[in-house]
């Protein structure tokens, strides 16, 4: 009887909130251009679905961390293009590739430092600190590679296994399987262990939290350095990915992983969130940018229709929360 | 009374989901009168008052004011028509000044887009005259006492030609002399044939300034009286369908020789100058004072959440440096704030993950949290301290006032902090929870607990002190045993400016 009343609140809770709208809206996006396209319904459009899934995601799970506590992280994007950068310049310059990988994630991990400090131990408005090390990251990684492009090795080239994390060599997309493992480890540390908790609870009220004797800066700190290992992980994604990676890219790419994440139900005044939400959004979002040129439109429009859906969802959240 | 009646609320009905917020309310109030709005916290008061203001759209039911129906849609329509509500959570823009935050929206302008603060600076000044008070318009909100802030927004209300002013629980924040001229301005309204609205908790206030009382519990009307003719038992047996007495403590409960825990010596920051107490085991050691008087400020300095100029601190004969709140949790020290909303609690978390939140690492298994042990030791809190809640996982905004203290005691003690420092325990908390407070209050210190009690209220000091220590201008002025402390002696400690002769 009990069990049966908390499984009913437990389902009026999912089907209320924006996690199961965000569930419906991947569906029907899908459903539609598989109904409109029938070359979108191959196997082909699916793996490239999830190619452009990866980095993004990875960047979007990270960010969420640091959304939860009610920060912003804008650096990212250019983070994840400077570790990928800087690790094809020590690959070319000898390093292992297995080192090189680990060093991609340090270095992310080292600008999540920094942003962390920046914000929890300087107080500066995370806006401003991660603006700053956006720009940081971009400038840095034009410097190290000489305003070069960097070429990560091919498939079937010596050093080139990093690419069957993402696909093997059957062109099985495995790298879905690795986006939903890191998915499901953050899931764990969001809500599981004490780092999780403590961002929640400094999302919710930082002083409260303070007062109640928790080292507020020290977890919110983590908080961004989990965001920098992500946007690490990214980077290596997108090497394994596209191979060349262009010195000054990657802004741009941390407002799609922040828009995923809002899409799939994270407040941005923090306190609110999930990786599950933020897995969807970023489905939405590739769905979408791989969908609409079956339909005849180009690329471009996906900008123009992922701001539409941005804004209904975060009107749908706003809505929904007024009503409580 | 028909004549000059200015409003009338007839059966008002309000729902929140499947929450009855209001059911057959009536509410009558005359031209000219006070009338008080009694009842528990949850009992409806606010949910009324926003429905009279349009804040919440009512189900049913009729209002009828000043003559005619009206269904306000929006607050700024309620305000035009001559409806204020002075809030008991302050509304002011910090940054903005005194005048400014008057003005707010009827700004004066020069060829009508330029603003013009010479002329509502000048306006300000006359207001405040109109009640006898000084201001400097050009003062920002922000650097004035909570007590000022609160006699701005009363101005700001009584500014807009008002014919009914609401006010919500105006004195939860100011000191006795504030008081005093809040009740001069409402008799100066009062005169001006203003109606209003008076929601407090406090008798002594109810008794002093009202004509008429309306009474409310759960969302219903109870009864309405006249206030020359009731008695403080009748009105809180009308609230709470119980009697609650506050009599003072004849002696202290504590043993003069019983240990001390807590030594404060020197301690001093930019609103405390050279405080020094002991505090001993078993012992509620109260602190009294007018707003301001540093009180709050001794406290965040202990609990390390402000920083300290100058001082020490010993805890149980050893010296501790506490640098942080976490310092001082360590210590075994938990401190329950008087902003329990901003400082207290996570009102976005639910209950269970409030109570661990500083004792969470014994719930940590292979980095894992435990969340089922949480729960069944959360369940025992809710048990032990008849915390009232449907569940766990409820959150703590959806809990009453006294019941969120509640949470915030079972808090510290599943930390087993062994001093605690209640910051005004009971503020804005409904009669029939002040009492289960106290109650528990007493049990912790026959535990072995000590505490530190802030208190505004006179009454509260002298009921549950053992001791009290008296503060002014960041000062501590006096100390008192229980038998020699009276209200009197009390308030005149507590007036002793730094000038004035202080009888010792």
């Known amino acids: 009887m009990g069990d049966n009343n908390g499984l009913k609140q437990t389902m009026g809770n999912v089907v209320g909130s924006q996690k199961f709208i965000a569930v419906l809206a991947l569906v029907a996006i899908y459903i539609f251009f598989a109904i409109s396209s029938e070359s979108f319904r191959s196997t082909d459009t699916l793996v490239s679905i999830f190619d452009a899934s990866y980095y993004i995601g990875f960047l979007a799970i990270g960010v969420t961390f640091v959304i939860i506590t009610g920060g912003i992280d804008l650096s990212i994007g250019t983070v994840m293009m400077c570790s990928a950068i800087i690790g094809g310049v020590l690959f070319q310059m000898g390093m292992p590739m297995w080192l090189t990988l680990i060093m991609i994630i340090a270095i992310g991990g080292t600008f999540g430092l920094l942003n962390g400090l920046l914000v929890a131990r300087f107080k500066l408005p995370p806006f401003i600190a991660t603006l700053g090390t956006m720009m940081i990251a971009r400038g840095l990684g034009s410097i190290i590679s000489n305003v070069q492009s960097v070429t990560f090795p091919l498939r079937g080239a010596e050093e080139g296994f990093y690419k069957s994390i993402f696909r093997l060599d059957n062109n099985f997309p495995i790298g879905i399987f690795v986006l939903i493992l890191f998915a499901v480890l953050a899931a764990i540390v969001l809500n599981k262990t004490k780092v999780g908790r403590y961002i929640f609870s400094i999302g919710s009220n930082r002083e409260a939290t303070r007062l109640s004797g928790v080292d507020v800066n020290k977890w919110e700190t983590i908080a961004y350095v989990i965001s920098g290992l992500f946007a690490g992980i990214a980077g290596i994604a997108y090497a394994a990915t596209y191979t060349t990676i ?17 899409i799939g139900g994270t407040s ?19 769905v979408l940018k791989v969908g609409l040129p079956y339909i005849d439109l180009q690329p471009h429009y996906q900008l123009f229709i992922t701001g539409i859906v941005l804004i209904i969802a975060v009107y749908l959240d706003v809505r929904r929360r007024n009503k409580l | 009374m028909d004549n000059n009646t200015i409003l009338e609320m007839k059966d008002i009905d309000k729902s929140f989901g499947v929450v009855k917020a209001l059911e057959k309310v009536k509410f009558e109030l005359a031209q000219g009168e006070v009338h008080a709005l009694m009842g528990e916290n949850g009992a409806g008061k606010s949910t009324l008052v926003k429905v009279l203001t349009g804040i ?60 013009d603060d010479h002329e509502i600076n000048e306006k300000t000044i006359e207001l405040f005259k109109m009640f006898n008070m000084d201001v400097n318009p050009k003062e920002k909100v922000g650097n004035l006492t909570v007590g000022k802030q609160q006699m701005v927004e009363i101005i700001k209300a009584v500014s807009m030609d008002a014919k009914i002013v609401i006010f919500d629980e105006p004195t939860a924040s100011l000191t006795e002399k504030e008081i005093d001229e809040l009740f001069k301005i409402i008799e100066n309204m009062k005169n001006k044939g203003i109606a209003i609205v008076y929601i407090s908790h406090r008798m002594d206030e109810i008794f002093k300034i009202t004509d008429r009382i309306t009474i409310m519990r759960d969302g219903e009307y109870v009864g309405k009286v006249d206030t020359k003719e009731t008695t403080k038992d009748e009105l809180i047996n ?50 009294s ?15 390390g959440a402000d920083p300290k100029d100058s001082g020490e601190i010993y ?21 329950l704030s008087e902003d329990r909303k901003q400082f207290g609690i996570i009102t976005g978390m639910n209950v269970s993950d409030n109570v661990v939140q500083p004792s969470l690492n014994k719930y940590i298994k292979n980095m894992i949290i435990d969340d089922k042990r949480i729960e069944e030791v959360s369940e025992k809190y809710i048990a032990d301290l008849k915390i009232k809640t449907d569940s766990t996982r409820q959150l703590l905004r959806n809990l009453s006032g006294g019941n969120q203290q509640k949470v915030v ?28 407070i ?28 053992d001791r009290i220590i008296v503060m002014c201008e960041g000062r501590k002025v006096k100390e008192l045993s229980i038998e020699e402390a009276t209200q009197e002696k009390i308030l005149h400690y507590a007036t002793a400016r730094k000038e004035g002769d202080i009888v010792g």
Not at chain 2, 329 to 334: C, L, Q, T
């Open chain 1, 246 to 262: 262009l010195p000054g890219e990657g802004a741009g790419f941390e407002l799609d992983a922040i828009a995923g994440v809002v």
């Open chain 2, 438 to 465: 106290y109650s528990l209050m007493n049990e912790l210190v026959k535990e072995g607990k000590s505490i530190i009690m802030i208190s505004s209220e006179l009454t509260e000091i002298l009921r549950m002190s």
């Open chain 2, 315 to 335: 805890i149980n004969g050893k010296k501790a440096s506490i640098m942080k709140p976490q310092d001082a949790v360590n210590y075994g020290i938990g401190y």
């Open chain 2, 409 to 436: 005691i079972a808090k510290w003690l599943e930390h087993n902090s062994d001093i605690l420092i209640f910051d005004e325990p009971t503020r804005g908390i409904d009669v029939g929870a002040k009492s289960e």
């Open chain 2, 56 to 115: 919440h759209e009512k189900d049913s039911g009729r209002i009828i004011y000043d003559g005619n129906e009206v269904e306000f849609k929006k607050p700024k329509e309620s305000q035009d028509a001559g409806i204020s509500v002075v809030h008991q959570e302050l509304n002011m823009m910090n940054h903005l000044t005194v005048a400014q935050n008057i003005f707010i929206g009827r700004e004066s302008l020069k060829a009508k887009f330029f603003t």
């Open chain 1, 268 to 286: 941005l005044s923090g306190g609110i969130g999930s990786i599950f939400g933020t897995v969807i959004g970023v489905f939405i979002m590739s």
């Open chain 2, 289 to 303: 004072g007018l707003m301001g008087a540093g009180r709050t400020e001794v406290a965040r300095l202990i609990f």
């Open chain 2, 238 to 287: 009308m609230m709470v369908g119980r009697v609650v007495y506050e009599d003072p403590k004849q002696e202290p409960e504590v043993d003069e020789n019983a240990e001390v825990v807590l030594s404060v010596k020197n301690l001093r920051s930019k609103d405390v100058e050279d405080v020094s107490f002991d505090l001993r085991k078993g012992e509620i050691l109260g602190f």
